[in-house]
DNA sequence: AAGGAAGACAACCGCTCCCTC
DNA sequence: AGAGGGAGCGGTTGTCTTCCT
């Protein structure tokens, strides 16, 4: 028994709008408002719409001060930068911009942004794969059934990408992952825990952790750069994360953000006393992705070609994005989020629903 | 110039969240 | 407390436009 249709699906208009619907929708709405139920509005104005036909036709293109397209670089930068923190959460992101919504910023995102961010990325992968052995087909077939989601994949290349240009292992590196505001990283670590299997917990059972003792940060020694204010957030109880890393005990966790103990209040001295503690016994996990699996190995092994990494370079030069430029925006975020005007929207920081939304998520 | 391919964008669909009763 | 219904969101599809051969 499913539920109710939100409208008579026979006597509605479907497809593009007209002026005049427009004009009809516009006019009712900048005299009377929505009235708060969309659902009854084009009844009211005698438009042979959907309700939510109605709603997305005001949000997205009749509600005044929209722009659209001509999306300036750094709005390019600060799409990019949330989606790799925080996935698409459109909404969210187009909170950040004003005058934009979020379908087209998620229109942007898929018909340009996303190919031209991996797009050479992509291309290169599809070279080495055609140039393997026809078992390579078996790793293609299974990837199709492997939990980490698409998203979660791309906005894992997307970091990879932007990492390499800074540091060929800081994948491994916590301590090189975004800076993210906290509420940022509840989000990314949400978004990790989500699936199957932790993500982070495959990342931790690489190829060569087979049984054995890998110290993650006594590999990277002398290329760790500590940040304080990485360090200083506020840290969140993340009860369930610790529950979906099997194995791993929260003193284990080489992960500064799930162990609460290590990283509140934390200094120095105190994460890298967790970074010495890092020795982590990894165990094979039998439900390894091979993609995922194929993109670690590649950065563990430097698999990625010194073009590849140049090509990677260069599709963010395209951009004319600076290196300097991709430091994650996390203070812009913050300033700009604390400060938000943002347009009839709902910004990061000051939706409490929005925060609670995440640590509920988390508590759970 | 014409036809097909690719790109861009508008709109729909179905699901989840959240509020109200 | 929980059921019902509207709002909001993200994924997907459809259609129009532009580009290429």
């Keep these: 028994m499913g539920r109710a249709p939100c409208c008579d699906k026979a006597n509605v208009k479907k497809g593009p709008w007209s ?3 427009d004009a009809k929708l516009k006019a009712y709405i900048e005299q009377y408002g929505t ?3 969309w659902i009854a ?19 997205n293109y009749l509600r005044p001060n929209i722009k ?6 750094e709005e390019d930068n600060i799409i990019c930068s949330l989606y790799i923190s925080i996935g698409s959460r459109w909404s969210i992101i187009a909170a950040q911009l004003p005058g934009r919504t979020d379908n087209d910023i998620k229109n942007y995102w898929n018909t340009r942004l996303k190919k031209k961010l991996l797009g050479r990325r992509k291309q290169s992968n599809i070279n080495r794969l055609s140039s393997e052995s026809p078992d390579s087909n078996k790793v293609e077939g299974s990837s199709s059934s492997m939990a980490l989601s698409q998203s979660a994949l791309e906005r894992l290349q997307l970091h990879m990408q932007l990492q390499s240009l ?25 978004s990790m825990t ?37 360090l200083k957030f506020e840290n969140p109880k993340v009860d369930g994360l610790e529950n979906s890393m099997d194995g791993l005990t929260s003193s284990d966790s080489p992960i500064p953000f799930v162990n609460g103990n290590n990283v509140t209040e934390s200094s120095m001295g105190a994460r890298a006393d967790a970074v010495e503690q890092s020795e982590v016994a990894i165990q094979p996990v039998s439900t ?15 698999f990625v070609s010194h073009e590849d990494q140049i ?16 430091i994650w925006w996390s203070s812009d975020f913050e300033t700009k989020s604390a400060s938000s005007t943002s347009w009839e929207s709902t910004s990061v920081l000051q939706s409490d629903g929005m925060f609670q939304d995440y640590e509920l998520t988390y508590n759970m």
């Design 35 to 37: 009235g708060g139920n």
């Design 41 to 59: 509005l084009p009844q009211k104005i005698g438009l042979k719409r959907c309700g939510k036909s109605c709603r997305l036709r005001w949000l």
């Design 166 to 190: 800074q540091n060929p292992f800081s994948f491994y590196n916590p301590a090189l992952w975004p800076k993210l505001h906290p509420f940022q990283e509840k989000a990314l670590l949400q």
């Design 19 to 21: 002026p005049e619907e």
């Design 311 to 326: 090509a990677e370079f260069d599709c963010f030069k395209e951009m004319n994005v600076s290196k300097d430029s991709l």
């Design 194 to 230: 989500e699936s199957s299997n932790s993500l982070m917990q495959q990342f931790l059972s690489s190829p060569q952790g087979n049984g054995q003792k890998l110290d993650i940060y006594e590999q990277l020694s002398g290329s760790v750069t500590l940040d304080q204010d990485y």
């Design 288 to 302: 390894f992705q091979p993609e995922l699996e194929d993109i670690i190995s590649n950065k563990a092994s430097g």
């Design 68 to 73: 659209h397209g001509g999306f300036s670089e």
